[in-house]
């Protein structure tokens, strides 16, 4: 279903975070065919030329990569308008509006969001430039649209999210990968699960 090849920014300023307002109600097993579905209602349904997600995380803690291309790079994903380029964009499967995810998966969302931050020299926990705007390094979906999303739930962590990156960058934290004590930090990137597709796309709305 992939359309296009990949397109790459030169760095990633900001994480915007996400929930996909679905069904909270899934096994383990379910979760590859609920990444399908999204990627083919963001194609064919939107018109996008791949998933929007740079990744999906579920309420498992397990991290998915979405749009292809290299989770080191800056793949330009389709998940927030106008905000795209530079951006990385995360979404935890399921509806948080009333409550937040489980704490795995809170875990994971900060220790991705703080290594991805990490590749490109931004502190998890400060402020960062995005688009010609001045802003909080991580942000919620809300913070750069007209959306409730990612939920009041899961919105309500977002400080203690903040600060959980921030200390898996400066090492207060462990995270997976850290007990290789000679690796290098831009090399300790969080267990990633397969992704559900091969290629990445271009999307016109950055």
């Known amino acids: 279903m992939v359309r296009n090849a990949p397109t790459i920014a030169d760095s990633v300023s900001a994480a915007v975070i996400h929930h996909t307002d679905g069904n909270n109600d899934y096994a383990a097993?379910?979760?590859?065919?609920?990444?399908?579905?999204?990627?083919?209602?963001?194609?064919?349904?939107?018109?996008?030329?791949?998933?929007?997600?740079?990744?999906?995380?579920?309420?498992?803690?397990?991290?998915?990569?979405?749009?292809?291309?290299?989770?080191?790079?800056?793949?330009?994903?389709?998940?927030?308008?106008?905000y795209n380029t530079g951006s990385f964009g995360i979404s935890v499967l399921g509806d948080y509006d009333k409550k937040a995810p489980p704490q795995r998966t809170l875990d994971a969302v900060a220790e991705v969001v703080g290594w991805k931050l990490s590749l490109s020299g931004v502190k998890a926990g400060g402020s960062t430039s995005l688009a010609g705007e001045e802003m909080k390094a991580i942000v919620g979906h809300r913070d750069v649209g007209q959306t409730s999303c990612p939920g009041d739930g899961?919105?309500?962590?977002?400080?203690?999210?903040?600060?959980?990156?921030?200390?898996?960058?400066?090492?207060?934290?462990?995270?997976?990968?850290?007990?290789?004590?000679?690796?290098?930090?831009?090399?300790?990137?969080?267990?990633?699960v397969p992704g559900v597709i091969d290629s990445n796309a271009r999307d016109a709305r950055t």
Do not use: C
């Open 29 to 82: 097993e379910d979760v590859p065919a609920i990444l399908r579905g999204i990627q083919s209602f963001h194609i064919t349904g939107r018109g996008w030329s791949d998933i929007g997600y740079n990744m999906l995380v579920d309420k498992y803690g397990r991290l998915w990569e979405g749009r292809a291309g290299g989770v080191k790079k800056a793949v330009v994903g389709a998940h927030a308008a106008g």
């Open 154 to 192: 899961f919105y309500a962590k977002f400080d203690s999210i903040r600060q959980a990156a921030d200390d898996y960058q400066t090492g207060k934290k462990a995270g997976a990968g850290e007990e290789d004590e000679n690796k290098d930090e831009s090399d300790r990137q969080p267990d990633l």
